[in-house]
T-cell receptor, first 115, second 116 residues
Framework: AQSVAQPEDQVNVAEGNPLTVKCTYS??????LFWYVQYPNRGLQFLLK??????LVKGSYGFEAEFNKSQTSFHLKKPSALVSDSALYFC?????????????FGTGTQLKVEL | DAGVIQSPRHEVTEMGQEVTLRCKPI?????LFWYRQTMMRGLELLIY????????DSGMPEDRFSAKMPNASFSTLKIQPSEPRDSAVYFC??????????????FGPGTRLLVL
């Protein structure tokens, strides 16, 4: 069975500083990996995904994520954080084969960007 | 496109009452997912459909919950009878499944359910 771990419940960063939100996964075989963001009282919004190819994936709002197969990680990054990036971030995984098109989500990481 | 549409956005009901949540997926999408989000349990997949057929309902908590998808543009999640522990935000999501499993799920705004 697949699983996702987001080891930090909350990440605090100053505006203008780089940010990293961590995600590790467990899946049989190769994964599809996703990042979603949730603003207060809103649904989840797709940010980016890794399917295959280049390990560095670029997504919406200046976010990017790096797939590291040896470390089974898919950390979300942004070079310069904005206060408006403050939100709840979810990592999700699905195996390349088998498991249907069911996503398994992590528990979420609350990002707080302060002035 | 209007995105995934859910109704109602908020629902307050009393224990024992029937609750029906509605979802209209993005036009052209052929997979639909129902999720529940709570502080305690996070985001849980309840059930999903491919081409209007339920594929996996292993996440449905118990027989009080049922879901239907009578056509490609409409789905319902029903709770009967409702209990206070059902209070949560219920999300519907849809995707265009190509069989490659790399497709993106798009989420609706959610229905915030409070059972008193």
């Amino acid at each position: 069975a697949q699983s996702v771990a987001q080891p930090e419940d909350q990440v605090n960063v100053a505006e203008g500083n780089p940010l990293t939100v961590k995600c590790t996964y467990s899946v049989s075989g190769n994964p599809y990996l996703f990042w979603y963001v949730q603003y207060p009282n809103r649904g989840l919004q797709f940010l980016l995904k890794y399917i295959t190819g280049d390990n560095l994936v670029k997504g919406s709002y200046g976010f990017e994520a790096e797939f590291n197969k040896s470390q089974t990680s898919f950390h979300l990054k942004k070079p310069s954080a904005l206060v408006s990036d403050s939100a709840l971030y979810f990592c999700a995984v699905r195996p390349l084969t088998g498991g249907g098109n069911k996503l398994t989500f992590g528990t979420g990481t609350q990002l707080k960007v302060e002035l | 496109d209007a995105g995934v549409i859910q109704s109602p956005r908020h629902e307050v009901t009393e224990m024992g009452q029937e609750v029906t949540l509605r979802c209209k997926p993005i036009s052209g999408h052929n997979s639909l997912f129902w999720y529940r989000q709570t502080m305690m349990r996070g985001l849980e997949l309840l059930i999903y459909f491919n081409n209007n057929v339920p594929i996996d309902d292993s996440g449905m908590p118990e027989d009080r919950f049922s879901a239907k998808m009578p056509n490609a543009s409409f789905s319902t999640l029903k709770i009967q009878p409702s209990e206070p522990r059902d209070s949560a935000v219920y999300f519907c999501a849809s995707s265009f499944a190509t069989g490659g499993f790399g497709e993106t799920q798009y989420f609706g705004p959610g229905t915030r359910l409070l059972v008193l």
